[in-house]
């Protein structure tokens, strides 16, 4: 029997359509401030959050560097909880941002991407070192289904990198647009979607538009709405490709939403997830 | 009684004067590359590694994608790898170049530079993110004498990003050489080293020349000698700012020396180690 992978996108448009939702949890846990009760165990407090969003978010988006800050029991906390999400039928985003030599990088790809049962359908991946630094993932894509979205401009303030001005008048940032959706060409799915994403702050807005217009195929993944200030209001050019063509994820103001509302914090994320998903599913036109 | 915590440079200047030595030993352990006697276990590789290149390597650089390829066990693997080496008086600089906002940059700084006693002496760093993703990692070395490396060149074919032509002439990588050096200005320590350095790709002779007057006052981390194809010889012009202004790293060459010889693993990472290190300082003209 011929086993046929989906490409990463087409799971996603799938899941888009079925929960009506392009949002993203990302999950950023910190023992300090977790509910008292769960006594810093990060990974029940994960586990209690997807439960929440799962029939609000299309996925998670576990952030590596507070798994990895916590030791081998956080990294263990880091593979139970993506293993949970995905029995719980959200996507999973692995947010570590690795990038590396070819030789390297294919270690990362059989870390995250791989497999028969990989432990994350997508990885956030650096572009610096690269074409022939993210080879093995699209290797992995081809493979497994899987996907990576390339971090093309932050939602922190990295102009002085990114936004250096190119001979030929653009921005760096753009020079990077244009080879991830090089990289992405061979990867499209169904739904006329890449399985090579890539992430845009969605602190700058206009940039969010001209990402669009750069990378048609991508799916942009939009981190920086609640804590880091910026709205889904400003994101409505993110969804001209389709309804899965851009994700917004949220973090701090959904995951720790308790910590304002007083509410257990199931209930707080939960509505708090709701809420957004409406939000930007409304923003996105479809 | 008040102490005093020494720069990350001016504790490798030490080392390097005390061993003679700027060779670093990349850990890249592959559970089907060890010796079946060991049957796969990599922190008994590592840590035998480490006995035999105690002597002649001021550093060893882990590469933290094989660990955690390994999930769980790997990661384990690697913290008892960590200390293990600095246990034998070697330098621990790992390879995870790592990168992201502020905020969750500060989790990575915890996980690898921080606390009363680190897991690493340094770590390397990806400067997409620019200047506001690298302060955790500044912070850091101000308070435990901890360093980073910027991925500045690297020793694949990463050209398409980091040799991209600016609105000046300049190379990309030039940009961000600079910024690097801005960034160290202020963790120069009595040697006049920063703690602050740069990865730049053995492979590229002429890059590691201008990247030399580019940084000043940056210690190069000279990955690709040996399997990657770079020879000593070709990196003169890098020590120009003093014995301790760059570090080769050898991996592969160095840790498999047993496949091709047919020794002990220790004895011929030993043999290997000596000789490289040998050939380097002689290279260095110190």
Redesign the interface.
């Known amino acids: 029997m011929a086993v046929v992978t989906l490409t990463f996108a087409d799971r996603l448009a799938a899941e888009v359509a079925r929960k009506r939702s392009q949002l993203v949890v990302g999950l ?1 846990p ?1 023992p300090e401030l977790l509910p008292v009760e769960l006594r810093g165990d990060i990974a029940r407090f994960c586990c209690g959050v997807i439960d929440a969003v799962a029939p609000h978010a299309v996925a998670v988006k576990p ?1 590596l ?2 798994f ?2 916590l ?2 029991e956080g ?2 906390a880091f ?1 139970k909880v993506c293993a949970y999400a995905r029995r719980a039928g959200v996507l999973v985003i692995a947010d570590g ?6 030789s ?2 294919r ?2 790809a ?2 995250y991407l791989e497999g028969d049962d990989p432990r994350a359908d997508a990885l956030t991946v ?8 993210v080879e093995p993932y699209l290797a992995a894509a081809r493979r497994h289904g899987t996907g990576i979205f390339c ?1 093309v401009k ?9 936004d ?4 030929d ?1 653009r921005p ?1 940032w753009h ?2 647009a244009r ?1 991830v959706c090089e990289w992405g060409e061979d990867l499209v799915g169904e739904h006329g979607l890449s399985a090579v994403g890539a992430v845009v702050g969605a602190t700058h807005a206009r940039a969010v538009g001209e990402a669009r217009k750069l990378m048609p195929q991508a799916v942009l993944l939009l981190p920086g709405v609640g804590a880091q200030g910026a709205s889904p209001r400003d994101l409505e050019r993110a969804f001209t490709s389709g309804p899965a063509s851009a994700l917004v994820a949220a973090s701090r103001s959904v995951i720790y939403a308790f910590r304002d509302s007083g509410a257990d914090f199931r209930t707080a994320a939960g509505a708090q997830s709701s809420r957004l998903k409406r939000e930007v599913w409304a923003v996105s036109g479809w």
């Open positions: 950023d910190r952030q560097a507070f990895e800050a030791g081998i990294m263990a593979h941002k690795r990038g590396d030599i070819g390297t990088a270690a990362y059989a870390a650096n572009p610096w070192l690269g074409r022939e630094s971090v932050t939602s922190n303030a990295g102009g002085d990198v990114q250096v001005t190119l001979s008048g760096m020079h990077v080879l």
